[in-house]
């Protein structure tokens, strides 16, 4: 059935995609259901997370999982800088001000990429051999099972600590009420610090397995892939956490599916396609709530 092969195989492709996309997503969403606030910085963390992955990954005697994990770890305390740098001192301010420093937060990232390592294009080492496996005629290679999986971890670990763990409870508290939540003891500049530094290494974690799967990073990837994991955050309902993952799983079949009819040359139009659709549709998203203001 050639048809089911082919469905199949675009299946594995978005999966590996959309993974990525959710990834960022998380960071999206994390942040503005705590502090209503969008960071479009996450896509040039994601940006820096593949080039930490790069440097380290030129390094000797380092695998991919010490790449993966010390991309990670440089990119949460990225964010948790950028959160006391740039976002801290307004955090009581407009939104419009928190979206300018975010913007510059975004620009200030990439030109210190560019000056740092150059405008072009650089390879991304290969850390292990990309072997392929045939499951009937369908074809799946070593670097997809590997941030499928990635990501399928990320994501439930992610689930459980914002579930079971007290800081996971402090987040959701906030998330409802912040005044309240300070009031029963909760320390909300601790708990803004530790959404950040998640988003930012969940960002990063993305940027390593987007270097590994492309073969490629530059200094401005991050601009598309941070606009399509917008779109997917909203796509799922912005703040909820598996609507983000979802809108991202989403985002990356679509534009796979597109590519498979020949529309390659549209596939990046499609997630915010999605996105005026579902402002005008659905604003609150797949798995979002409808915010009911306070009189």
């Given at each position: 059935?050639?048809?089911?092969n ?9 999966l ?8 960022i997503?998380l960071?999206y ?5 705590i ?9 040039e963390?994601f940006?820096f ?6 440097v380290l990954a030129?390094t000797n005697?380092?695998?991919v999982?010490?790449a993966?994990?010390?991309?990670t770890?440089i ?9 006391r740098v740039a ?5 009581r301010?407009?939104?419009l001000s928190?979206?300018i420093?975010?913007?510059?937060v975004?620009?200030f990232?990439s030109?210190?990429m ?6 072009n294009t650089?390879?991304f080492?290969t850390?292990?051999e990309n072997?392929?496996f045939?499951?009937g ?5 070593i670097?997809q099972?590997?941030?499928i ?9 992610l689930h459980?600590?914002?579930t079971?763990t007290?800081?996971?409870?402090a987040m ?6 912040k005044?309240a939540?300070?009031l ?5 500049d601790r708990?803004?610090?530790v959404?950040?530094a998640i988003?930012?290494g969940l ?5 390593v397995?987007?270097?590994?799967y492309?073969?490629a990073?530059?200094p ?5 892939a941070g606009l399509?994991?917008f779109?997917a955050a ?6 909820s ?7 991202g799983?989403v985002?990356?079949?679509?534009e796979i599916?597109?590519?498979?009819v020949?529309l ?6 499609f997630?915010f396609?999605?996105l005026?659709?579902?402002l ?5 998203g797949i798995?979002g709530?409808?915010a009911?203001?306070?009189?």
């Open positions: 059935m050639p048809i089911l082919n469905l199949m195989q675009q299946l594995v492709n978005g590996a995609l959309g993974g990525i996309y959710a990834l997503a960071g969403t994390m942040v503005y259901g502090i209503g606030m969008i960071n479009f910085a996450y896509g963390i940006m997370g593949a080039y930490a992955g790069l030129l005697y380092v695998n999982y010490t993966l994990l010390g991309a770890l990119t949460m305390i990225l964010g948790v800088v950028i959160e976002y801290k001192p307004i955090r301010s407009s939104r928190a979206l420093s975010a913007i510059g975004s620009i990232l030109s210190f560019v000056r740092v390592k150059g405008p650089r390879g080492p850390l292990f072997r392929i045939e499951i005629n369908f074809q799946i290679t670097y099972i590997v941030i999986g990635v990501a399928g971890l990320m994501m439930l670990g459980l600590f914002v079971y007290k800081m996971g409870r959701r508290a906030c998330a409802q009420d005044d939540a300070s029963m003891g909760v320390n909300i708990v803004i610090s959404t950040f988003g930012s960002a990063g974690t993305a940027g397995l987007a270097g590994i492309f073969n990073v530059q401005y990837m991050g601009l598309l399509k994991a779109a909203v796509l799922g309902g912005i703040g956490i598996p609507g983000a993952m979802i809108g799983i985002i990356g079949l679509t599916l597109g590519i498979t020949n390659s040359e549209y596939k990046d139009a997630a396609a999605i005026i659709l579902v005008l549709f659905k604003p609150s798995m709530r409808k009911n203001k306070k009189v």
